[in-house]
């Protein structure tokens, strides 16, 4: 039947695969029509595929002419496809089936066609049916004024299609959102092909986008074709209009080549493949281009001469057996500037990685290699690490020993730098945990720490930071500490709830260690938070360990009331031993007595959340680091805020502890049920008073954007606008645009 047929191509293929319709009389109907209630579960089935089973109220056969009439109710069932309808007329000689009078065909899926008649053969596959319309069980609709069967090849005449509701809540006919339509819907079955003819978008009742030649496939691995375009404007490139071309190569690849053209530069291409294999996958997007180059020292200088210009980005993970396996990501970008002009990706650094593993219950293997590639100015690339290779292996003995858990760990880094500082590192090491609960209700754990390292680096005068750099040459260490932490924890009612109040008190010894012997590539960015505040080392890598003997203090607390909660952290440590240490001023633990961190946390459902954690001064209790995250809204209308401000009084030429402040705010309001307006900025508020080398005035913008949205249950629309306020090479500061249009079931 072509109701059958046409309810298969909407199922089997995407949602921009399928026609759309009209609610006036313009074209076909998409709302369902008036019939009378009816019962459409399956009737008793016929004893053969072959054999017809009818009930009726009323059935009459006409001997001479062979013609079986039912009336009243009717119910026809064959091979799995059930036929209802007032009446129905069964030409036993000619072998067709009229059906008459709120007719409706129900197929083995559930589909439903209506139709004010249907003409079709005896086996209810093939015929002509008039006003079609059809919805699938997941409630698309396509409606067409009539359709016919010449073999596989099928024909809807004036055909309309759409996935959105067309009721209100209350059950009124509405418009749908959007709809596609088409003069002429042509199947090929054979080939599992359909072609539009005069295909056209219908949007919020307005009909605006052409799609001339539109055709796709209807099989269940989808198709060649165009999708959704992308239309947008900015002050460097202008008009910006994109329409990506995808290609389904074979059941497992795919191809989408993208062509930007832009009005005041030349076209871009971008291309993304995509393979998934047998055990993993992986995928390559590009850009390419050529255009003029402005330096990112002096935005005043341009190149006089284009140049090809390009980003790759490549990344896949490979599953060998259930331990082994293989992930990486690779990205090169041919200037510092080129994705921000083109407005790709913001960052400032690109790393490109590939990690070899093997993970089982008790052991862990890494072999992995590293490269960076900077897009900040001012950043030399030959100061940029490459590591090649970087092992870690961890093992977990399954028998206790003394009580406690043994972990051994074997690790080693080899970094090399075109223009700078190469170091290689080896070190083994154990740590034995040993944890219990006292009958006073105390948590108790000890956990003894020892390790060796050896180190060789070579032209250690190219580090720029000296404390950096260590000695040259082969250099070794030991590392041994020991430490023992109690928790106690109390726990009671109060204020329509429950209260819990932890102290915590932890006690490290450790004995003097070479730090400044050895070279630090990965513990630089040394800041006292709550969340290393009870750390065994408190730096973030290897190639430091706090060597000082301590004592950490403080307290965490937590309230539960319905919908409510609340809990904090703050403590304090104090150091042992009076030898100088290797952590610079404006950590907060450069002096004997630390600084006092904490963090709070409140939420009340899920309309409030706010995050604060701060660091204050010991001596005179200025506010060292202040940073504050707050969610205030529902999920349609809600304002995000974010501040950090760090005041440290960094020691001088290090330079990952810059002082900075900044404010971020985003926010987005329901001014209708289906619509929304936001935005959000970013101001950068660092100034000479929080970093001397800085030039900035204390309050400058970095990014503005603002927007409005739309969204329904299969269709998203918005369009923003965004200002940049910075010039870094040719990404230019001024004023961009961006229109988004997104059919939800639709991919073209």
């Known amino acids: 039947m072509v109701a059958a047929t046409a309810i298969a191509l909407l199922l089997a293929g995407t949602g921009a695969n399928r026609a759309g319709a009209q609610t006036t009389g313009e074209g076909p109907i998409l709302q369902d029509p008036p019939v009378a209630a009816r019962d459409l579960a399956p009737p008793d089935q016929p004893i053969s595929a072959e054999e017809i089973a009818f009930e009726a109220a009323r059935i009459d056969y006409d001997q001479d002419s062979d013609v079986v009439t039912a009336s009243g109710n009717v119910q026809v069932s064959r091979e799995g496809a059930r036929l209802f309808a007032d009446e129905v007329s069964w030409d036993r000689k000619a072998g067709t089936v009229i059906a008459r009078g709120d007719v409706a065909l129900v197929n083995e899926k559930g589909d439903r066609a209506y139709a004010d008649e249907m003409d079709v053969t005896e086996s209810l596959r093939d015929g002509v049916i008039q006003n079609l319309l059809i919805v699938t069980n997941n409630a698309n609709r396509l409606a067409a004024e009539k359709g016919t069967r010449e073999g596989d090849i099928y024909v809807l005449e004036r055909a309309a299609y759409t996935p959105c509701r067309v009721e209100t809540d209350a059950g009124c006919p509405k418009e749908p959102t959007w709809q596609i339509q088409a003069d002429r819907v042509v199947l090929d079955n054979a080939r599992e092909r359909v072609r539009y003819d005069n295909a056209r978008v219908k949007l919020l009742g307005m009909p605006l986008i052409p799609l001339p030649g539109l055709r796709h496939s209807i099989g269940e691995e989808g198709g060649d074709g165009l999708l959704v375009p992308d239309v947008g404007y900015d002050r460097r490139n202008g008009f910006e209009f994109a329409v990506p071309y995808y290609w389904r190569l074979s059941s497992n690849r795919d191809l989408t080549l993208t062509p ?87 960052e400032d650094r690109l790393r490109s990685t590939l990690n070899l593993e093997r993970i089982d219950t008790r052991s862990y293997l890494s072999i992995a290699g590293w490269a960076f590639q900077s897009l900040r100015p001012g950043v030399s690339a030959g100061q940029l690490p490459i590591a090649i290779p970087a092992i870690d292996y961890r093992l977990r003995t399954t028998d206790p020993l003394f009580g406690g858990r043994v972990q051994f760990q074997a690790n080693s880094l080899s970094i090399l730098r075109t223009d700078g500082q190469d170091t290689q590192r080896a070190f083994a090491g154990v740590t034995w945990t040993q944890s219990r609960l006292t009958g006073m209700g105390q948590e108790v754990s000890i956990t003894g720490y020892a390790r060796g390292d050896v180190y060789h680096s070579a032209q250690n005068d190219l580090s720029p930071t000296v404390i950096y750099r260590g000695e040259p040459g082969w250099q070794t260490r030991g590392i041994a500490a020991l430490a023992l932490d109690m928790r106690w924890p109390f726990i009671g009612k109060a204020l329509g709830g429950s209260q819990r109040i932890t102290p915590r008190i932890q006690l490290v010894l450790a004995p003097r260690i070479s730090n400044l012997d050895v070279p630090n590539e990965d513990a630089r960015a040394i800041d006292l938070e709550d969340s290393n505040l009870f750390a065994l080392n408190r730096f973030p890598g290897y190639d430091r360990f706090e060597d000082s003997s301590r004592i950490t203090y403080g307290f965490d607390y937590r309230l539960d009331r319905p919908n409510f909660t609340f809990d904090a952290t703050v403590g304090q440590s104090y150091r042992l031993t009076e030898r100088a240490t290797v952590l610079p001023d404006g950590t907060g633990l450069s002096d004997r007595m630390s600084d006092i961190v904490g963090r709070a946390q409140l939420r009340y459902k899920d309309f409030l959340a706010v995050t604060h954690r701060f660091r204050v001064d010991k001596d005179n209790l200025a506010v060292r680091r202040n940073e504050i995250e707050a969610t205030v809204g529902s999920r349609k209308t809600y304002i995000e805020v974010g501040y950090l401000r760090l005041d440290r009084n960094v020691t001088s030429g290090v330079e990952d502890l810059r002082d900075v402040e900044e404010v971020r705010v985003a926010a987005r309001v329901a001014i209708a049920r289906y619509w929304s307006v936001f935005g959000s900025t970013n101001i950068d508020l660092t100034g000479a008073n929080d970093d001397p080398t800085s030039t900035l005035s204390g309050f400058e913008p970095v990014r503005h954007r603002l927007g409005i949205a739309y969204e329904d249950d299969c269709l998203e629309m918005g369009f923003t606008w965004r200002r940049d306020y910075q010039t870094v090479g040719d990404a230019r500061l001024g004023n961009s645009f961006q229109l988004r249009l997104v059919f939800k079931n639709l991919g073209m």
């Not at 291309?271 to 294999?277: C, D, E, I, T, V």
């Not at 281009?289 to 993970?317: E, F, M, N």
């Open 260 to 346: 930007h053209v832009f009005s005041a530069e030349l076209p871009m291409i971008e291309g993304n493949y995509r393979a998934l294999l047998s055990n993993g996958a992986y995928q390559v997007t590009g850009f390419a281009t050529v255009s003029a180059v402005t330096p990112v020292a002096d935005p005043t200088i341009t190149t006089t001469k284009d140049k090809l210009r390009g980003y790759l980005a490549a990344s896949g993970k490979f599953q060998f057996d259930p331990l082994w396996s293989l992930s990486g990501s690779l990205r090169y970008v041919s200037d510092r500037t080129f994705l921000n002009r083109y407005d790709i990706s913001r």
